[in-house]
């Protein structure tokens, strides 16, 4: 815009600015019409795709997809005390829904990021919400888990040898991504300083290899249990080919969006550079 | 059917007076600062389209320039594009040659005096890992990026060849040669930002991938994992990908913005721990200063119908009430 014609120029700003209101506004009735729609899809598909906690239900669906991650990732949220499913006691429930979910359907390994970490200093509860939460679905019979918080260290297992569990859970926070990459970069400096490292041997493969054994391997499917896709500052190294899943406005963790997520999974074809 | 219009005398000319008017509107509101895009899908439209590779990259680079040209009248100050990663390398020694053939040709004609880059005042800027391009590639692009220099309204990024974790390696490695000159030098992640290729460019606002793939195949994953940042799938193919589907995207993240304050849209409130809070770097602290900031822009309470919501959590509250009612 020019200076010359200041009266004019706010005149016709505003004039614009109009325009852009009424196409938002359109939008926003374009929106609500959407939010509904969406909301009736989810509870169509939650009535579609129920697991009655019956791990047989959940092998069913998942024996028509021709291909199934190795590992999930999964995005929760921590809500406010009041809520329902709210608190640290709800993410708990949480982990251990996606827990069984996991175990029928044969994922060997599922990571759980929730950004405040809530669960990190009460493993031993998680423990028993999840173990609680298999018998419902498997009986007394219950297959063997560990869970493992990267950032405290802390590993818990059901069996004497941690390496033979059905399943390994990993819960994740906010440390594990960019602060983790920050302390590796400030290690690296110190080790290149006392010429114990030498600048041209940091490369990809050796921060994968340390960031793997801080954190984890990269997951191959990430779903997003909230309205939008928000990832949230997770860590940002392990997101390279990650398939990402989420279904809009839906705001809790539930199995519909699970299952939805391994089919999507399943169609996707990875040709990298190719 | 979009050829042969395009076949009309003035079609060029009305597409550049389109573009001018819906900039100028999507400008008086909240507009992304940064754009990413992976402009994926060229070869399966060649193939879709029996025509030859080759075309299909022409056509793809085609799409980019009228996308760009859209950007940049809506006040987008800076866009970040994926040209060749790493990994393409991979592919057939004639397709490599002949995108690097295209790349040097395509950048320095929109660099020339006159087109894109002179019309809106882009300075391009080549981000990658030189080590891997041809002598003679790297000769053109260091000069397209020296006579572009003195351009300062707007920024164009063209990533070649990149991949972000290689980005994210030459930060560590030049942050920890930075920290051994200095060593009052206090590593945060603020110094590794300022060491990626994109230091000093504003934040990620918006990261588009075409194509229907939702994976990021590694693309500035350091930039955008951020809330702030909003991801947008398309699935159309690239070539296909037109400067109308650009306008709807950028439209609806402003819509966003201005409605909940959030570039993704309607999202649940964000509980934080408390001690989390206190443990907060000043990254993120600056940052949610810096929003609330411009979430108290005069425009928002200038509208009669709708009064800003102050959280995201209200505007969901709002938009439910009035579901049910």
């Known amino acids: 815009m020019t200076t010359t014609h200041p009266r004019g120029n706010m005149v016709a700003f505003h004039f614009r600015h109009a325009i852009l209101l009424v196409v938002f506004f359109v939008m926003s009735i374009a929106r609500n019409v959407q939010y509904v729609y969406n909301k009736l899809c989810l509870r169509i598909f939650s009535m579609t795709y129920y697991p009655n906690k019956s791990p047989q239900i959940i092998r069913d669906d998942v024996s028509k997809l021709g291909k199934l991650p190795k590992r999930i990732s999964c995005i929760v949220s921590l809500r406010s005390d009041d809520d329902e499913n709210g608190g640290c006691d709800g993410v708990m429930g949480d982990v251990a829904e996606l827990a069984a979910w996991c175990l029928s359907a044969g994922v060997p390994s599922l990571t759980v990021y929730e950004y405040n970490g809530c669960v990190k200093s009460c493993v031993a509860e998680l423990q028993n919400a999840v173990t609680k939460n298999l018998r419902a679905y498997f009986g007394l019979q219950t297959p063997s888990f560990t869970i493992k918080v990267p950032h405290t260290n802390e590993v818990v297992s059901t069996e004497a040898n941690s390496g033979d569990a059905d399943l390994e859970i990993a819960v994740l926070l906010r440390v594990d991504g960019k602060p983790t990459i920050v302390e590796l970069a400030r290690t690296i400096g110190e080790l290149t300083a006392s010429k114990e490292l030498l600048p041209d041997d940091i490369t990809v493969k050796l921060i994968d290899g340390e960031l793997t054994e801080l954190v984890g391997p990269e997951p191959d499917l990430l779903i997003c249990f909230g309205p939008v896709l928000d990832l949230q500052d997770y860590p940002p190294w392990h997101l390279r080919l990650t398939e990402m899943y989420w279904e809009p406005d839906n705001n809790s963790v539930n199995y519909a969006v699970f299952i939805r997520a391994l089919k999507k999974f399943a169609q996707s074809r990875v040709n990298l550079g190719k | 059917m979009s050829e042969w219009v395009s076949t009309f005398p003035g079609y060029s000319l009305l597409m550049s007076r389109i573009k001018k008017v819906i900039g100028s509107v999507s400008r008086t509101g909240p507009v992304p600062r940064h754009i990413g895009l992976i402009m994926d899908g060229n070869r399966r439209f060649a193939k879709n389209h029996q025509i030859e590779l080759k075309e299909g990259h022409n056509m793809g680079f085609d799409s980019m320039a009228a996308v760009l040209e859209l950007l940049y009248e809506s006040g987008v100050s800076c866009a970040t594009v994926y040209a060749f990663l790493i990994e393409n390398f991979k592919r057939l020694k004639t397709e490599v040659d002949w995108l690097m053939d295209l790349a040097k040709s395509k950048l320095m004609q929109i660099s020339q005096n006159g087109e ?210």
């Not at chain 2, 819509?255 to 649940?268: C, D, L, P, V």
Request: glycine share 4%.
């Open chain 2, 116 to 325: 894109l880059c002179d019309k809106y005042g882009i300075r391009v800027r080549i981000l990658g890992n030189f080590a891997f391009l041809p002598d003679d590639v790297n000769v053109v692009l260091k000069d397209i990026m020296h006579t572009t220099r003195k351009n300062t309204r707007a920024t164009l990024n063209v990533c070649f060849p990149y991949t972000s974790r290689d980005e994210m390696a030459h930060a560590i490695r030049t942050t920890a040669e930075d920290a051994n000159k200095d060593s009052g030098l206090d590593v945060d992640e603020h110094t590794l930002t300022d060491h990626m290729y994109t230091a000093g460019l504003p934040p990620l606002d918006l990261l588009i991938r075409t194509s229907g793939t939702y994976r990021l195949s590694d693309f500035l994953l350091w930039q955008c994992v951020p809330s702030l940042c909003a991801i947008v799938f398309s699935d159309r193919l690239w070539p296909e990908f037109t400067p109308w589907d650009m306008t709807k995207i950028l439209f609806m993240w402003s819509f966003n913005k201005y409605w909940y304050g959030h570039g993704n849209g309607q999202t649940m409130r964000r509980v934080v721990d408390e001690p989390l809070v206190r443990a907060m770097d000043r990254t993120d602290l600056a940052q949610s200063l810096w929003d609330s900031d411009a979430s108290a822009s005069p425009t928002a309470t200038s509208t009669g119908y709708k009064v800003y919501a102050s959280s995201p959590s209200d505007a969901s509250d709002i938009t439910a009430a009035s579901v049910v009612s």
